[in-house]
């Protein structure tokens, strides 16, 4: 099977901060439309 | 009691009328009353499960998709992971295939959790433990305790699925982000290998850098050389920015290589695309400059070029210059010749069908340039033909014309009977030096088309032996007027006429690199080859600057025997 060369770890951690960054922006999105639609 | 709410969803209903309007709901059959009161019940009901599974099955989404990005430990097994290879022996960039498999694979995973974690642990284990009638497999509960816990099934159930579609919602923009970030970042990247392709071409552009193959046969422009990496010596063809990579690649062997001259490519190993021989060290990162030597069969040209390298050296040694060799082979040779010059003997006659370019990179003030000596042998100059097949000409950017007068007819009609006999001694060139020029002149012309811009640097050679000769006048330093009372004013005229500027000057080679040579002779060997590199742009630390102007005004020079006109 193969094995993980050390440029792509680095990439996967890169895309990991990536996600990590997407995940917060959607919750607050999410959240940010949720009060909207309860105050309107 | 009339109480009136003044405003707000409420306004207008009196606590009279909402009174009524409960009385109304009750007024149906008792059973409708009753699941009137549970679904009242539900409500905290729903809201405790929907507050409680949504944040969870997010987490549990975040956490699945993060995990199924990795394995990110160098070394760790993986499937999944595209192998180096296709057209290049190296790995495509990670943004350009393995990023969108790992976005693909991740989000799948995630949702595959969330999918899991609402069939599974809520529909699968918690309805139906809250539905089962049984406590253990084998205890039954209470009728009243399962009528009590069915009624509350259906808000678990609702909170549920509410709070898995609340988390369903938020993941689906979670990867909608993600995938916009990660476009974002290949967007960017792919903006990047544009800037650096152009930032390399103008570079190129700008300092009228063209790489060309210095081997016999071949001679071709190359765009790009085919790079070998360092540890594994796989060929790559097409090394610089791209799908494989903006500033770097990694090869299959893991070592990454650098794609253009800002982060070192030059240094690489480079091999000429159509004929696969090596390419000098450094090309590509300075302008180069092609100097054939033109001159009849014995007229000095070997001698020349050992005399003008150990020149070039000398002055290198000096601290005006900074000169090392391109090409090992080169070094080799021109040790080999200045051994033999060391025991008394000559440098070996070229016999090289085509001749492979003696390469050097020289360094003056600011610039640089990697000059090719092309050092023919005589017969390729002797015959159109065979003139004609010297396609380096067709790159020239200046012409060394090596001038043995001794073979003129008109020279050696003055020599008296005994200097005749010297003179043959002097091994005199096959031909005379205004043959060889008419033929040189007249190709030059047809192959590179740029004839009236090339600088010419004409060298009379065995100078020695020119100041033992009484009938001939002194050998001073202006050299062009002695040319012309010698009898070669034709020549001198034609390259005043047909070349953009020219240098006159005389060497003894044999002074230069011979048993006795003189430190004199060895600085001044490098003159005309100094003086080529000058109209290129490279200025010597120490030396003056050669005139630039006009059509032949005279530049004055405190070296005796060179004299210049352009």
Redesign the interface.
């Given at each position: 099977?193969?094995?993980?060369?050390?440029?792509?770890?680095?990439?996967?951690?890169m895309?990991?901060g990536?996600?990590?960054?997407?995940?917060a922006?959607?919750?607050v999105?999410?959240l940010s439309a949720a009060v909207l639609a309860m105050k309107g | 009691m009339n109480v009136t709410t003044e405003d707000g969803p409420l306004s207008g209903v009196t606590s009279e009328n909402a009174d009524e309007h409960l009385a109304a709901l009750f007024s149906g059959p008792w059973w409708a009353s009753v699941l009137l009161v549970l679904l009242v019940l539900q409500t905290p009901v729903v809201v405790y499960n929907l507050l409680r599974s949504a944040p969870v099955a997010y987490v549990r989404f975040v956490a699945s998709t993060g995990r199924a990005v990795g394995p990110w430990t160098s070394g760790a097994a993986d499937p999944r992971l595209l192998p180096p290879g296709g057209a290049q022996p190296a790995y495509r960039s990670y943004w350009a295939g393995q990023a969108w498999v790992d976005v693909v694979v991740a989000a799948r995973a995630g949702l595959v959790e969330l999918w899991r974690r609402a069939v599974d642990v809520w529909v699968r284990d918690r309805l139906m433990r809250l539905w089962s009638p049984y406590r253990t497999p084998y205890q039954l509960r209470g009728s009243g305790e399962v009528f009590f816990r069915r009624t509350f099934v259906f808000g678990v159930a609702a909170g549920a699925l509410l709070g898995t579609l609340a988390a369903a919602v938020t993941a689906v923009v979670t990867l909608v982000v993600f995938g916009t970030l990660a476009a974002a970042v290949c967007l960017g990247l792919t903006l990047a290998v544009l800037a650096v392709r152009g930032l390399d071409g103008a570079r190129l552009t700008v300092g009228r850098i063209r790489m060309k193959c210095p081997h016999p046969g071949c001679y071709r422009s190359v765009a790009l050389p085919v790079y070998r990496c360092p540890r594994c010596r796989a060929a790559h063809r097409a090394l610089r920015p791209g799908g494989y990579g903006v500033l770097r690649r990694v090869c299959g062997c893991e070592q990454r290589l650098p794609t253009g001259f800002l982060t070192g490519r030059h240094r690489l190993d480079a091999e000429c695309p159509v004929c696969s021989l090596p390419l000098p060290d450094g090309l590509g990162s300075a302008r180069l400059v092609h100097v054939p030597l033109i001159g009849g069969t014995s007229a000095g040209k070997t001698m020349l070029v050992q005399a003008m390298v150990t020149g070039l050296f000398g002055r290198a040694a000096a601290g005006e210059l900074s000169v090392r060799w391109a090409r090992d082979e080169d070094r080799r040779e021109y040790e080999h010749g200045a051994s033999r010059l060391a025991s008394g003997g000559v440098p070996a006659k070229t016999t090289a069908v085509l001749p492979t370019a003696v390469m050097l990179d020289v360094r003056g003030r600011r610039r640089r340039r990697l000059l090719y000596l092309y050092d023919p042998r005589g017969e390729n100059i002797e015959s159109a033909q065979r003139l004609r097949e010297q396609e380096y000409l067709a790159h020239a950017d200046a012409v060394l014309l090596v001038v043995d007068v001794l073979a003129d007819p008109a020279v050696t009609a003055r020599l008296t009977p005994d200097e005749r006999g010297r003179a043959a001694g002097a091994s005199p060139a096959g031909e005379s030096p205004m043959d060889t020029y008419d033929r040189l002149t007249g190709e030059l012309a047809a192959m590179s088309g740029r004839r009236r811009r090339t600088p010419v640097a004409v060298v009379v050679t065995k100078r020695d032996v020119l100041l033992d000769l009484g009938s001939l006048p002194t050998l001073d330093e202006d050299v062009a007027a002695w040319l012309r009372v010698v009898g070669l004013e034709n020549l001198v005229r034609g390259l005043e006429h047909d070349f953009g500027a020219s240098l006159f000057t005389s060497l003894s080679a044999w002074d230069a690199v011979g048993t006795s040579a003189r430190a004199g002779e060895r600085r001044r060997a490098a003159e005309p080859v100094l003086w080529l590199l000058g109209r290129s742009g490279l200025r010597p630390r120490k030396m003056r600057r050669p005139v630039a102007s006009g059509r032949i005004p005279p530049r004055p020079t405190t070296d005796p025997g060179v004299a210049e006109s352009s």
């Open positions: 099977m193969a094995r993980v060369p050390t440029h792509v770890a680095w990439q996967r951690r895309l990991l990536l996600f990590g960054l997407s995940a922006v959607a919750v999105v999410v | -």
